[in-house]
C-alpha cells in the first residue's frame, strides 16, 4: 500500500495527535487526529480512522468504559491490519502488538494504570528518524 503524501499541515496534525496520544490526552487526540483524517482520501483514511479508533478506545478505558474500550480497540485494530508495519513514519508492527495486548489485559479485567509509560505510544518507526516516511 502506497504512503500518502501528507501535506505539511496534515503532517503537523500527525505530529502534534503522536505527542497528544503518547502523553495521555486521547481525547485530544482523537479530535486532532479527526481533523486530518477530515481532509485525508484514498487509502490512508482507514489508516487515521484505525489511529482515532486506539485513542478513543484508551480514552473509554481512562473512563472505566471496558465495553466501549474494547470495542474501539478491535475496531482500531481491524482497521490498522491493512497498513504494512511502518505507514506515515509509523511503527504499526509494534502498535498493533501493544494494542492487542493491551485489549486482552483489558478483558481479563485490567485496571488502567498509574504510570502512563506502560500504555501503548504511537511511534515513529526506527528507521524514519527524521519523520519523512522515506521521502
Not at 480512522?49 to 474500550?69: E, P, T
Not at 504499526?92 to 485496571?111: D, K, P
Amino acid at each position: 500500500m502506497s504512503e500518502p503524501a501528507l501535506g505539511e499541515e496534515d503532517r503537523r496534525g500527525l505530529e502534534k495527535g503522536v505527542a497528544e496520544f503518547n502523553a495521555g490526552y486521547f481525547f485530544e487526540c482523537h479530535d486532532t487526529l479527526e481533523e486530518v483524517w477530515a481532509g485525508i482520501r484514498g487509502p490512508a483514511r482507514e489508516f487515521f480512522q484505525g489511529l482515532i479508533q486506539v485513542s478513543v478506545g484508551f480514552y473509554h478505558f481512562g473512563n472505566a468504559n471496558r465495553g466501549g474500550a474494547l470495542t474501539m480497540l478491535e475496531r482500531g485494530l481491524r482497521r490498522l491490519a491493512k497498513y504494512p508495519d511502518q505507514y506515515c513514519s509509523l511503527d504499526l508492527l509494534l502498535l498493533r502488538r501493544e494494542v492487542t495486548e493491551w485489549r486482552a489485559r483489558i478483558e481479563a479485567g485490567a485496571a488502567f494504570p498509574d504510570d502512563l509509560h506502560r500504555l501503548p505510544k504511537y511511534r515513529l518507526a526506527p528507521n524514519d528518524p527524521d519523520g519523512s516516511g522515506g521521502r
